[in-house]
């Protein structure tokens, strides 16, 4: 076990070219690399200045010290773990050239693993379900709220007189409410946590955690002292914030318990730390320390926040980081609340900008589009990634992942109504029994005109030939189509479009396979070979 930095990995290298080779030659070796899509993807698209290499681009130190180590063992594993896994499979299988082997590409697997029972993951958070609209953790910061906490996260000379937003102060009472309905349930001693991130910056974020502090020590000193104005008035907005924000959507435990246990949060001092996370602080986010007791934070930081870095038992999370150039990858793992939640799925609340909801919302289909594609390819027997290329949609106003890492990519821009799935054999027109005689001639023709075909499966039962666009397309134009009802399916825009990417260049769609697909044999039951095109002069067998 090893941290993915430059220093490491040299040393490592540099230990495993001391051992004898004979030892090197016979160990069975297993890397699984964490995160993989972050730093290990060659990102470096400069000359080559190293007279050591050959290749016309250089590598990053990460990239290149990975692929050194797995040069050197003749048995070996390379897995590549991430839950944002764009990038690599973006990267260009092909050698680069650099004398450091074949890259990082995923040749030979592609697994998307399951769902777990019980993950709050993106459609857990951002369901386009309206029946469950009044459920959604999702609460929208308003424009000015965000433009003022922009302000203020680092800006020592902003307004001090101007209170907290009332977005921010809500999130602030949600995370002290949730914290009292936790200890009802009996977790007093597990993790809780709340994120602040407001912006990515270098500097000290000093500003805006004072003013949440002070903030709290007004709540801590007046919320116990129910004889007063302020107490009296402090105990109804937490009365009144607990009833409409939990109780009208579902959670079961009443004022009067929540009430209780919050006395105990106010009146112990050591129950809640505010934790800076930045370069200039030396705070510290220590769960295990805690992990007797449970820590209770609110931590507020910048891009420390963006990956890697777990927050246990996160439950409220204030996340307004906007930026023009965000990335599919970067802002799923910007998200922190993602993750298990046990039975407090209820209490869970993630406060974004509307741009940011938009954002989040778009990349479920990315996500379910990606996962569609892969789950269809591990049940093909035949393939593996390095067959075929994997499509990626874009979302919003955002890419993938960075262009450093788009660098073997082509964006193609879809028109008409190719960004639908189209259901091909929707029904056959049987009671069209011409047409289907003459798109069967038509086919015979065709698969004639192309030779003989290659056989393939598990069985043999599938013929394949090779062809290029125009003789696709002109099969596609031979054929008669029967009319859709809903008009789902336009033969014209589909060859329109594919004429479109074969004009902007020699390699778009230049190469098509045609399947004639057929049953495998059942041991139960005998399929015999049939020749159904034998009427059209084409005597292919297969079993139908």
């Not at 903030?215 to 409409?244: A, C, E, I, V, Y």
């Not at 793992?333 to 869970?348: A, E, H, I, P, S």
Request: aromatic letters at 10%; hydrophobic letters at 30%; a negative charge.
């Amino acid at each position: 076990l090893m941290k993915k930095n430059v220093s490491p990995l040299t040393r490592l290298n540099e230990w495993l070219a001391s051992i004898d080779a004979n030892v090197i030659e016979n160990l069975n070796v297993l890397i699984v690399d964490d995160e993989s899509d972050h730093a290990s993807v060659n990102t470096m698209t400069g000359r080559n200045e190293e007279s050591s290499h050959t290749g016309e681009h250089s590598e990053n130190k990460i990239n290149g010290e990975i692929r050194k180590m797995l040069q050197q063992f003749n048995r070996f594993s390379y897995v590549g773990y991430t839950a944002t896994p764009f990038a690599n499979i973006f990267i260009n299988p092909d050698n680069d050239g650099l004398g450091l082997g074949p890259t990082l590409y995923p040749r030979d697997f592609i697994v998307s693993l399951p769902r777990p029972t019980g993950y709050f993951g993106l459609s857990t958070a951002f369901s386009e379900c309206t029946e469950d609209e009044e459920k959604t953790p999702i609460r929208i910061v308003p424009n000015p709220d965000a433009q003022y906490l922009w302000q203020v996260t680092d800006d020592v000379n902003a307004p001090q007189t101007k209170k907290l937003p009332n977005s921010l102060t809500d999130a602030l009472m949600d995370y002290l409410l949730t914290t009292a309905a936790r200890r009802v349930r009996g977790e007093n001693k597990k993790h809780h946590s709340m994120l602040i991130h407001t912006k990515y910056t270098k500097k000290s974020m000093h500003p805006l955690s004072d003013r949440i502090n002070k903030f709290l020590l007004h709540w801590r000193l007046h919320f116990p002292k129910s004889r007063t104005d302020k107490g009296r008035k402090l105990n109804k907005q937490f009365h009144d914030r607990w009833l409409d924000e939990f109780i009208s959507r579902g959670t079961l435990e009443t004022w009067d318990e929540i009430e209780d246990e919050l006395y105990s949060v106010f009146n112990d001092d050591d129950s809640l730390e505010i934790i800076e996370l930045n370069e200039d602080t030396e705070d510290v986010l220590d769960y295990e320390r805690n992990d007797n007791e449970g820590l209770r934070a609110i931590v507020i930081g910048g891009n420390r926040l963006s990956r890697g870095l777990t927050l246990e038992g996160l439950t409220v999370s204030y996340f307004i980081r906007e930026s023009t150039d965000t990335n599919h990858d970067t802002l799923l793992q910007m998200g922190r609340w993602f993750g298990y939640k046990g039975d407090n799925t209820d209490l869970v609340r993630i406060y974004i900008t509307s741009r940011l909801n938009s954002q989040f919302s778009s990349m479920i289909l990315v996500e379910e589009s990606l996962r569609t594609d892969l789950e269809l390819y591990e049940k093909q027997d035949e393939i593996t990634p390095a067959d075929f290329g994997i499509r990626v949609l874009k979302a919003f106003d955002m890419f993938p992942t960075s262009s450093s890492k788009r660098k073997g990519v082509t964006t193609i821009s879809r028109d008409g109504n190719m960004d639908k799935t189209y259901n091909y054999t929707r029904q056959i027109p049987f009671n069209q029994p011409i047409l289907l005689k003459s798109n069967l001639k038509a086919f015979s023709e065709f698969i004639t005109s192309l030779g003989t075909s290659e056989t393939i499966g598990n069985k043999k039962e599938h013929h394949i030939w090779s062809t290029n666009s125009d003789s696709a397309i002109r099969f596609l134009q031979s054929l008669e189509y029967p009319e859709c009802a809903d008009n789902t399916f336009n033969i014209t825009e589909m060859i329109s479009y594919i004429q479109k990417r074969c004009a902007k260049s020699s390699t778009e769609l230049s190469d098509w396979s045609v399947l004639l697909a057929g049953l495998q044999e059942d041991k139960k039951r005998d399929i015999p070979l049939k020749k159904p095109l034998e009427i059209y002069g084409n005597n292919v067998e297969i079993r139908l």
